[in-house]
C-alpha cells in the first residue's frame, strides 16, 4: 500500500475549506465548552482541588479539562463526517478514486486533526481571558503533543464507528452512550481522587483520562499519575485506535 | 481486448440475491445498457464493476484488470456518474472537479486545461464558481458526467444518468453521452429504467430482472423478437365468430382477446386497419376504437419479464378509453 501525498493534502484542503464555511458550525461547536469553561469555572471558583493549592484555583484545574473535552468532541465528529459523505454520496467519490486506503485515512485524519487542534487552540485563548495563567512556552510545547494524540485517539475511534454504521442515526446514540461517559470519567471536571473505587477503575480505561491528566500536568504542574505514564500510555492508545480506524474503514465497502 | 468481461458475477446480500449468475462482454467504443425496474440489480452491477463492492462469486474484469484483485487499475481506468449525487455541496463546481483530478494525481497544467475543456463540454463554465448547492438538479449531473471525464477514463459507468431530469435536460445529457462515445471513442456502460432513453442511446442492451439478464441484444433485434406490430380493437358484438375468422388469416400472428378489446399482432399494421375494420363489420362487429402500436422497448421488456402482455394492452386500452371519453365529440355520441 502506497502513500499518495497528493490525495491526502487534496482530502486535508477539502477538509479546511469545509470547516472555513460553515462559520455557524465552528461558533455552534465551540459554545458548550465555552459555556462549561465560563459558568463551571466562575461558579465553583472556590471549590477546593485535592494535590492543589487555593491559588490557581478551580479555572486552572477545569481549562486542560475542557480542551481534552473539545478535542474529544471535534475529533469523534471525524467519523461524522464520514458519515454525511456517505449519506450525500460523496464517499462513493472518494471510494472510487484510485488512491491508496491508507491514503484515504491518513487523509482524514490530517483533515479531522487540524479542525480539533484550531478548536483546542480557541478555548485555550477563551480560557485565558477566563483568568487561566500561559504556562512557559515549553510546557505550552509538550501540551500540544498531548492535543494531537487526543485528537488521533478520537479520530480513530471515530472512523471505527463510522465504517461500522450505515448512516448518520446511529450516530446519535454513540455519541450519548460512548463519548459522555469518556468525557466525565476522564476527570476533565472533577478530580479522579473524588470518585468512588469503582467509577475510577472505568476512569483509568478511558484514554482521555491520560490525554487530561497529561494537559494538566503540562500546564499548571498538577497530575494523579506521572506525566511521561500518561505520555505512553496516550501514544499506545492513539496507535491502537489509528490503526483500528485504518483497519475498519479499509474493510468497510464503498456504498 | 474487450472492455468489459463479466464471468458468472454473483452478489448476495444476507441471503438476498441481488445479482444472479450474469455473464456479458463489452467491446471496446461500445455503449452497452443495462435496462431494468428498479431492483432488477443494475446498480449493484454498476458498483461491483468498479469496485465499490467485492463479488460474492463470480469473476469480472474491467479494461483487463480484475474488479476484485487489481482494483486500484480498475480505478484508474474507469470513470464513474452515480445514480445518486456524489458531489460535496459545499464546493463549487470547480473545486469539485479539482478535488477529482487531485485524486486522480493529473498534474497542475494539465488539471486546469481539462477543467476548463469538460467545464465547456457540459455548459457550466459561468456556474464553475457558485457552490454545488444552489446548482439544479441537471446542472448537478452535467456536472458529475463532466467530472467524470476529466481523467480520461476508458470506461465510463451512468447509473441512471438523467433520472429525475425534465425531458429537455434529458435530451441534452443524451447529446453528450454519444457525442462522448462517438467522438472520445469511451466505452460507455448505462443503466436505466427509461425505455426510450436505452433504445436511443444504446448498442445493444441487457434487460435485467431479479439479478438475472433475461435477454441481451441489439433494440432492433429485442423488438424483431415480438413479431411486429399490435393493433388493438375495441370491439361491441359477436366476437367469437370474428375471432375465428382471424384465426384463418395467416398474417394474424397472434390474437388475444381480454374485456373487449382484441389485440392482434402482424407486421406492416397500419396497412392492415381497412381490412380489419371490413372483415368486422361483415361479421356485424362494431369497431368503436383502433390503436395501433410499434414494438417498443417496453413491449419487449414486459415480455421478457414475466408481466402479461395483455395486461399491458389492456392498461393501454383503458388509457385510450379515458382519452377518449374526455373528448367531448366522443362522449356525446356515445351517450
Redesign the interface.
Known sequence: MSI?G??I??LWR?EM??YV??KSRIIGSLAMPVFFLGFLGLGFRRMPIPGMDAGTGYIGFLTPGIIGMTLLFSSSMQGMSVLWDKE?????????????RVSLVLGRVAGGTTTSMIQGFLIFGASLVLGFRLPGIGAAAFGVVFMLLISFTFIGLGLIFASRMKDMQGFGIIMNFIIFPFFFLSGALTPLENFPWFIRALSYADPLTYGVDGLRAVLIGRSSLPVLVDLAVMIGFALIMLFLGAYFFEKS??? | MDAIRVDNLVKTFDGFTAVDHISFTVGEGELFGLLGPNGAGKTTTINMLSTLLRPTAGSAAVAGFDVARDRDSVRKSIGVVFQEPALDSKLTGRENLEFHTMMYGIGKAERRRRISEVLALVELEDKAATLVEKYSGGMKRRLEIARGLTHRPKVLFLDEPTLGLDTQTRRHIWEYIRKLNNEAGVTIILTTHYMEEADFLCGRIAIMDHGKFVALDTPARLKDTLGGDVISLEIEGNAAAFLDDLGRLDWVKRSKFHEDVLSLTMEKGERRIPELVMLAREKGVTVNCVNLRKPSLEDVFLHFTGRTIREQEANQSERNRARMMGHPGFGRRRS
Open positions: 499518495q497528493t490525495a493534502y487534496v477539502r475549506i469545509r464555511r460553515a450525500f454520496g460523496f464517499l462513493k467519490e472518494i471510494m472510487v478514486a484510485p488512491v491508496s465497502e464503498g456504498v
